[in-house]
């Protein structure tokens, strides 16, 4: 049973413009949840997290929203660049259990 | 290094052999996760430890998997008698598992292909 899920495998977004990954998940005792990014044969590297009881957590070019009544949650990053073209990984834990999406693939054009 | 160690890095093997992967977490983290990942798939949960125990071994596939943690440190996941639907990348993270919240760091992965 998937409690995260990221439904689009895949987004290609200008250099520049803004990109938006989407997260669902289905448990409400969920109390962080965390944004990872990957490159080819390397492991996922933590990019920001939020906390259940905030709304909004930004971080330079990346902001996380979370909408708990959704159940969802946004990584925004603005100015798109080349360099953010990986694989991006929605998690989120209960204690120490974390939980993960299958991921959205990032292309930025140059 | 400082962050999590994995070996082997490549692990090709025939059907039916028995393979270790090792994890070397970061210094003092006493909390170690192990996932796989498939083609094309997402990052599977397979067990978890706190210290030497393992409180959640729900995500271990089949029997032919098993896992253990000695002192506090390293860990080694065994498959036996390898299958072909096993090929994937075995990746191991640590995090301080303290009070609070700590996200977990990863290695790199084991690329584990079964022949």
């Known amino acids: 049973d998937q409690q995260v899920k990221q439904n689009s495998p895949s987004l290609s977004v200008q250099e520049g413009r803004i990109s938006i990954l989407n997260c669902d998940y289905t448990?409400?005792?969920?109390?962080?949840f965390l944004w990872y990014k990957k490159y080819p044969a390397e492991g996922p590297t933590f990019l920001i997290s939020?906390?259940?009881?905030?709304d909004k957590n930004e971080d330079g070019r990346f902001t996380v929203f979370l909408n708990k009544s959704a159940k969802h949650l946004s990584l925004h990053i603005v100015p798109s660049q080349p360099g953010d073209s990986a694989v991006y990984f929605c998690a989120a834990s209960t204690g120490n259990q974390f939980y993960f999406g299958t991921g959205t693939s990032l292309t930025v054009i140059p | 290094g400082a962050g999590v160690s994995q070996s082997p890095s490549n692990k090709v093997t025939e059907k039916g052999k028995d393979v270790e992967l090792r994890c070397d977490p970061i210094s003092g983290h006493t909390a170690l996760y192990w996932y796989r990942q498939r083609l094309g798939q997402g990052l599977e949960f397979l067990i978890y430890?706190?210290?030497?125990?393992?409180?959640?071994k729900s995500g271990l596939p089949s029997d032919r998997f098993s896992a253990e943690r000695t002192g506090e440190s390293v860990s080694t996941l065994t498959i036996q008698r390898t299958q072909q639907e096993d090929s994937a990348v075995y990746l191991c993270a640590s995090s301080s598992g303290g009070q609070g919240f700590q996200f977990p760091h990863f290695g790199d992965g084991t690329r584990l292909s079964i022949l």
């Open positions: 430890f706190q210290g030497n125990s393992a409180p959640d």
């Open positions: 939020i906390s259940s009881i905030k």
């Open positions: 448990n409400s005792m969920f109390d962080y």
